[in-house]
Nanobody
């Protein structure tokens, strides 16, 4: 059974930083593309950042460019570091994995597996 477990969320003041982690129970972590998505209240889910199985290709949303870093180890963990946090970054952040490489990294519908999410709240 595939499990993705996010951690590292919390409440932070604007301008602060957070590092989110996602631990995966995937049999072979390195054959999956991985992504971070978020959903704010009343808004649609959006892709934040994603990284290919090789680590050579990444996607970063325009709304977070210059403030974000995505990385993965080759054991079983995906990371997302967000700096200069803004109130509009407040959302539930989800980790996701997919085994098909045939779609854009930011295409949420192509991801097979999802974590339960971790809340990030940024106060002004």
């Amino acid at each position: 059974q595939v499990q993705l477990v996010e951690s590292g969320g919390g409440s932070v003041q604007a301008g602060g930083s957070l590092r989110l982690s996602c631990t995966a129970s995937l049999r072979t972590f390195s054959v999956y593309d991985m992504g971070w998505f978020r959903q704010a209240p009343g808004k649609e889910r959006e892709a934040v950042a994603a990284i290919s199985r090789s680590g050579h290709n990444t996607y970063t949303a325009d709304s977070v460019k210059g403030r974000i870093g995505i990385s993965r180890d080759y054991a079983n963990t995906l990371y997302l570091e967000i700096n200069s946090l803004k109130p509009e970054d407040t959302a539930v952040y989800y980790c996701a994995a997919r085994d098909s490489p045939d779609y854009s990294l930011n295409d949420g519908a192509s991801y097979n597996y999802w974590g339960q999410g971790t809340q990030v709240t940024v106060s002004s």
